[in-house]
């Protein structure tokens, strides 16, 4: 019988698609948002989908819903540890719901856990955040391991860094090893229509076949194109990227551009791992998410495939919901290859 997993800090799901395409039972998912609870539904049938805040949800109403729990996997919320966030440390009520998680663990006693943030969390406030993290799983006869997992090391067209804390119940297990397995932008988007801004839609036809390997995997349970739709620019953006060479910044711009972030009016270079996907990536002032040459942002399908998720997988909703859910996801693949990793183990005993 599949182990059954919870997830909770779902977001849209793509942390549990990794174990569900290992063939795992994603038995339960817990997530505030509506419209991403949703689109996590929708992709999810199967699972039991908790539309809630995680504060009013009890272990025990989990349990008497779906029964006992095998694996818990979760993200909590991660802007205050960000380096685009605030960067509040103690002073940040969610930085400290990583207890619920740990909450959840101690009721339900589950045989595994994987808790993934961004990698400030095991340095922020002088380690605090981490060995309170580990000292409170110990205590539980959790044995934790703790490291940096990089997506594109793991074959995600992505370089995006995660904090992993993974833990099993009175036994040891180590961190999945990267398969330094790197696929490039171009290896995950080239087969996608040449889009300019504005154009697109919802559902479309493929206009061209897949040229990678990449592209077949994730095409191949999909018989149609779904979120491929360009951001209406504006006037301003479309004559700034028409000044940008093909996979070329801002350096080319003579206008001074003012910015919160380090890198804006980039574009992606086609052989190469993108940077991480953000949860703006349809707005060029906002990183190094533009079209390796094509006068537009990347489209959300665009940025699904570089964060992994198969086309069959669909975002629902209206657009910045679709980008926050695509941006904050875990990597399926990513995640496939932790689930792996618990598969093993366990059919080790």
């Not at 919870?6 to 994603?26: T, W, Y």
């Not at 799983?137 to 904090?163: C, M």
């Not at 040229?211 to 953006?237: C, D, F, G, M, V």
């Not at 975002?315 to 904050?328: L, P, R, V, W």
Request: hydrophobic share 35%.
């Amino acid at each position: 019988m599949a182990l059954k997993v919870l997830d909770i800090f779902a977001g849209v799901g793509g942390f549990s698609d990794g174990f569900r395409q290992c063939g795992f039972d994603i038995s339960g998912a817990i997530e505030i948002d509506e419209t991403i609870a949703h689109s996590l539904q929708q992709n999810h049938i199967k699972t039991k989908v908790f539309n809630n805040n995680i504060e009013n949800i009890e272990p025990s109403m989990i349990k008497n819903e779906i029964g006992n729990i095998d694996i818990i996997i979760g993200g909590p919320p991660c802007q205050g540890f960000s380096l685009r966030g605030k960067r509040e440390g103690l002073n940040d009520k969610k930085n400290f719901l990583f207890k619920k998680f740990i909450y959840f663990v101690e009721q339900l006693r589950p045989k595994y856990f994987v808790m993934e943030n961004v990698p400030a969390i095991l340095t922020d406030q002088n380690g605090y955040f981490k060995d309170e993290i580990i000292k409170s799983f110990e205590n539980l006869q959790y044995s934790i391991t703790v490291g940096i997992l990089n997506a594109s090391d793991f074959g995600v067209p992505q370089h995006r860094k995660r904090a992993i804390f993974l833990g099993k119940l009175n036994g040891n297990i180590k961190l999945p090893e990267s398969k330094k397995k790197h696929v490039s932008v171009w290896d995950a988007i080239s087969d996608l229509a040449y889009l300019e801004s504005s154009q697109g839609d919802f559902e479309t036809d493929y206009k061209l076949s897949a040229k990678t390997s990449y592209q077949k995997q994730l095409r191949s349970k999909s018989k149609k194109l779904y979120n491929h739709k360009a951001t209406n620019h504006s006037e301003i953006a479309i004559d700034r990227l028409k000044r940008i060479p093909p996979e070329k910044g801002k350096e080319y711009l003579v206008e001074k551009i003012s910015s919160t972030f380090g890198k804006t009016w980039g574009r992606l270079e086609k052989n190469k791992p993108s940077p991480t996907i953000v949860t703006r990536f349809d707005t060029p002032s906002n990183g190094k998410n533009s079209h390796p040459y094509l006068n537009r942002a990347i489209t959300p399908r665009e940025a699904a495939r570089i964060q992994s998720f198969s086309d069959d997988f669909i975002f629902y909703g209206h657009k910045t919901s679709i980008i926050k859910q695509i941006g904050n996801a875990v990597p399926p693949i990513l995640s496939k290859a932790i689930a792996d990793h618990i598969k093993r183990d366990h059919e080790q005993k």
